[in-house]
């Protein structure tokens, strides 16, 4: 099911009247910028032509009735209660995590509601549908209850339902380009203020998501220990932050936070480097830029694998592509590719063909384009 249109004729199926509210949400490619947002650096990401729908209408009853496409199924509970889910309604803890955390911003929630989310964007990906439904579902809600805080708060808002809610120590990067993304440019994010930017995208610059459809069983965890060895690097080096050391990061640290540093700090110098490149327009340094990225991933976060490896030296060594990475968290998921208007479906099917002789399947392909941030319709 893609787009408003759709979601339209589904709601009233479900619920027996047209919504009152629909909003949408873009998913992201993390485009450089590799697990430096928590640690309090820059990334560049660019919001996707692929997103999460939802549509509500205000119930008088103080009953919420919660459905998405996913599941078919319709959770319905008072809205007094704000209790996490677990199983097939589990996702429902997204929209749940966004109603939970508006107090916490000072700003009012809805009582009563029917509520679908529809999505086009493929789940567990890497492509952040997660932040997508936060920020499509806050951006209903907060019509609802008839409040309108700036973008920037609808961001942390997100971000703050995944960190407490949810149980994710994510960064606010995911958020931040859904909320903030706009065709043609790239999301600049500074994660300490956090600011909020774009560059423009040099025309002729594409991208291409291989979704490897695998998923580390630990990745959540994997990731949480990520963040603490990051914080541990930077106790050991005495600052607040991994981003206020200056690359070259000092050789007295114990492993494997010494190798955790190097990557997010020389990590936040490459997307200074890419922003200076795109500004140039040198599509070619940007894409070296991108693969150094994805060898620091690789060697000193070791938060990519085999399928991912693979994927990036495949697609590196066709013509047409800039540079590849692993796109997001790591640990499974999706690799990008940034490639000239050359670059076709033969090409990426030709990737896919050899990723599926080594792996046994072939990869999602994703030929995505950039696209505005989240809205209401
Ligand atoms: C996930 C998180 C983000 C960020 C990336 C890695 O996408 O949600 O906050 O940390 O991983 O850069």
Not at 30 to 45: K, M, P
Not at 220 to 245: K, N, S
Not at 348 to 355: D, G, H
Request: glycine residues 12%; proline residues 6%; charged residues 20%.
């Amino acid at each position: 099911m893609t787009g408003p249109g759709p979601l339209v004729g589904d709601f009233r199926r479900l619920f027996g009247r047209d919504p009152e509210i629909v909003a949408r949400a873009p998913g992201r490619i993390e485009v450089i910028g590799n697990h430096t947002d928590y640690n309090g650096g820059t990334v560049l990401g660019a919001a996707i032509d692929r997103s999460v729908w939802v549509a509500l209408a205000r119930r008088a009853d103080g009953i919420r009735r919660m459905s998405s496409g996913l599941s078919g199924r319709v959770v319905e509970r008072p809205a007094s209660d704000l209790a996490r889910l677990s199983g097939p309604d589990s996702w429902v803890n997204y929209p749940l995590g966004v109603l939970a955390a508006l107090p916490s911003f000072g700003l009012r929630s809805p009582a009563g509601f029917d509520y679908l989310a529809s999505s086009d964007l493929p789940v567990g990906a890497g492509l952040s549908s997660s932040a997508a439904i936060e920020l499509a579902s806050g951006l209903a809600f907060l019509r609802a209850a008839g409040e309108d805080p700036p973008r920037e708060m609808l961001v942390r808002i997100g971000r703050h339902a995944e960190n407490n809610f949810v149980g994710v120590p994510c960064g606010i990067l995911d958020q931040g380009v859904s909320g903030f993304g706009r065709k043609d440019r790239l999301v600049f994010i500074d994660c300490r203020g956090p600011r909020f930017d774009t560059v423009p995208l040099p025309p002729g610059a594409h991208f291409w998501i291989f979704n490897t459809h695998t998923k580390h069983a630990l990745v959540d965890g994997m990731y949480a220990q990520r963040h603490r060895e990051c914080q541990e690097a930077a106790r050991a080096l005495g600052v607040a932050l991994l981003a206020d050391v200056k690359p070259p990061v000092p050789g007295t640290l114990p492993e494997p936070q010494g190798r955790r540093a190097r990557h997010v700090v020389e990590e936040i110098a490459r997307v200074g480097e890419a922003v200076r490149a795109l500004e140039a327009g040198d599509l070619l340094a940007v894409g070296r830029l991108l693969t150094a990225s994805h060898r620091s991933s690789r060697d000193l976060f070791e938060n990519s694998t085999a399928e991912l490896d693979f994927l990036v030296d495949t697609l590196v060594a066709l013509p047409g592509v800039y540079g590849a990475r692993l796109t997001g968290g790591g640990f499974g998921g999706a690799v990008m590719a940034m490639t000239d208007g050359g670059f076709n479906d033969a090409r990426a099917a030709e990737a896919a063909a050899s990723y599926a002789r080594r792996f046994g399947s072939k990869p999602g392909i994703l030929h995505a384009r950039t696209a505005n941030g989240a809205e209401l319709l």
